[in-house]
C-alpha cells in the first residue's frame, strides 16, 4: 500500500542571494559654451530686431506716420463735382495740415532727389495723399487729372482741379448771380420744391466765392413767391428777430397749406 507521507517537492527556481547594491553615479553634466548676447539677439531688446530688407523703412513708416491711418471718407464725405469745389476744398485742406502733410499740396515740402535716403518714404506718403484726392472726386473730374497726365503727384493733381475750377469761374459765377436774382415761384410749383431751388442756387452762389448771408436767402426767398404770399412778403420782414432761413421753410409751408385750404392772401400766423 503506498504511503500517505508527502515527498519533498524539490524547487527547480535558483536560490536568490541578495547582491552587493552598489550606488548609481549620475551622468556628468552636459556642458554648453556660452555666447556673447547682442542687442540684435536678446529676446528682451528694447529695439527691434534689424531685418536688412529693402522694405524695412517703408513697413515702418506705414505703422508710425499717421497719413496711413486716416479714412478719408470720414472727413470728407463730400464728392467733388464741377458745382461743389470751395465746399471740397474747405474740407479736404484741415485734413492734410491735421495730419502734417499740406507741405506735400503747397510745394513746402517738395519730392526729394532718388539718392536722399527720405526719396521712398516721402513717395509712399504722397502716394496716400494722392489716393484721397482721387477717393474723393467724381469720374468726370478724375478724367481731367488723368488726360492732364497730374495722376503720379499729389501736388499736380492738386492744382489741375484748382486750374479747372479757376477757369471755369468766371462764366459760372455770371451764370449762378443771374439764377440768384431771377429766383421766382412757379405756378403749379410746390412750396418745399421752390425752397430747395432757393437753397440750392445760394449753395451755388457760395460755391463761385459769392458770399450770401442768411437774410440775404430769406429776403431773396420772399421776393420770388407769387401773389398768394402778398401778406407773408410784406409781414415777415418786419418780424423780430428776423426768421432764419430754417424757419422760413416751416412758416411758408404752413401757409402754403393756409393759402390751399382757406381764404385766398391770410397769412396764418396773423390774426384775421
Not at 504722397?126 to 497730374?150: H, P, Y
Not at 499729389?154 to 436774382?181: E, G, P
Not at 421752390?194 to 452762389?205: G, H, R, T
Not at 409781414?235 to 390751399?260: A, C, G, H, M, Y
Request: glycine content about 2%; overall charge neutral.
Amino acid at each position: 500500500m503506498a504511503s500517505s507521507r508527502s515527498e519533498p517537492v524539490s524547487s527547480n527556481f535558483p536560490t536568490i542571494t541578495n547582491p552587493t547594491v552598489t550606488s548609481v553615479q549620475p551622468p556628468p553634466p552636459i556642458v554648453i559654451p556660452s555666447l556673447p548676447i547682442t542687442s540684435s539677439m536678446s529676446p528682451i531688446s528694447s529695439s527691434p530686431m534689424p531685418i536688412s530688407t529693402p522694405f524695412t523703412s517703408i513697413a515702418s513708416l506705414i505703422f508710425s506716420h499717421p497719413v496711413f491711418s486716416v479714412n478719408i471718407k470720414n472727413f470728407v464725405p463730400e464728392i467733388l463735382t464741377h458745382e461743389n469745389y470751395v465746399i471740397w476744398k474747405d474740407l479736404m485742406i484741415p485734413v492734410f495740415k491735421s495730419k502734417g502733410v499740406y507741405g506735400h499740396i503747397d510745394g513746402i515740402d517738395p519730392c526729394p532727389p532718388p539718392t536722399d535716403p527720405n526719396f521712398e518714404n516721402w513717395k509712399q506718403i504722397d502716394f496716400q495723399i494722392l489716393s484721397w484726392i482721387k477717393a474723393t472726386i467724381s469720374s468726370e473730374v478724375l478724367r481731367i487729372i488723368i488726360q492732364s497726365g497730374a495722376s503720379l503727384s499729389a501736388k499736380a493733381a492738386w492744382d489741375v482741379i484748382q486750374t479747372s475750377y479757376q477757369n471755369q469761374l468766371w462764366a459760372r459765377k455770371h451764370y449762378v448771380k443771374q439764377q440768384y436774382r431771377s429766383m421766382r415761384k412757379q405756378s403749379g410749383q410746390s412750396m418745399f420744391s421752390y425752397l430747395e431751388s432757393v437753397k440750392k442756387i445760394a449753395d451755388n452762389m457760395y460755391d463761385v466765392g459769392e458770399h450770401v448771408t442768411d437774410k440775404d436767402i430769406v429776403m431773396q426767398a420772399l421776393a420770388g413767391l407769387d401773389n398768394e404770399y402778398s401778406v407773408a412778403k410784406r409781414t415777415i420782414p418786419q418780424w423780430v428777430p428776423f426768421p432764419s432761413f430754417l424757419e422760413l421753410r416751416w412758416l411758408l409751408l404752413i401757409e402754403e397749406d393756409n393759402v390751399q385750404h382757406f381764404s385766398y392772401g391770410r397769412f396764418a400766423f396773423l390774426p384775421s
